[in-house]
């Protein structure tokens, strides 16, 4: 049935999402491009703004797309779920 592999894949992608970006910041496209997520203030993302940043991140799909807007049209670059989360994504 779908609606349970729908909800399936979402847990999976939200446990990807936070995981990696709490634990060291990147998941593995974003070390392939050598990015990484930090806090507003340079520090490593701690728990609660990597899972609020990861909740973030599943609104991309329910938007369209319209969540990155304010990345293309803000001078700080930052996405929605990086503002919900006090969050960036910084080159290495």
Same mark, same amino acid.
Request: net charge positive; with cysteine.
């Given at each position: 049935?779908p609606v349970p592999l729908?909800?399936?894949?979402?847990?999976?992608?939200?446990?990807?999402?936070?995981?990696?970006?709490?634990?060291?910041?990147q998941t593995i496209g974003?070390?392939?491009?050598?990015?990484? %997520?930090t806090s507003d203030d340079?520090?490593?993302?701690?728990?609660?703004?990597?899972?609020? #940043? $990861? @909740?973030?991140?599943? +609104?991309?799909? %329910?938007?369209?797309?319209?969540?990155?807007?304010?990345?293309?049209?803000?001078?700080?670059? #930052? $996405? @929605?779920?990086?503002? +919900?989360?006090?969050?960036?994504?910084?080159?290495?």
């Amino acid at each position: 049935p779908p609606v349970p592999l729908v909800g399936f894949l979402a847990v999976v992608a939200f446990g990807y999402v936070a995981a990696f970006t709490v634990a060291g910041g990147q998941t593995i496209g974003k070390m392939a491009l050598s990015l990484r %997520v930090t806090s507003d203030d340079g520090r490593p993302v701690d728990a609660a703004s990597g899972t609020l #940043r $990861a @909740l973030g991140c599943m +609104l991309v799909p %329910v938007t369209l797309g319209l969540s990155y807007l304010p990345a293309l049209f803000t001078t700080d670059h #930052r $996405a @929605l779920h990086d503002r +919900l989360a006090g969050t960036r994504v910084v080159q290495e």
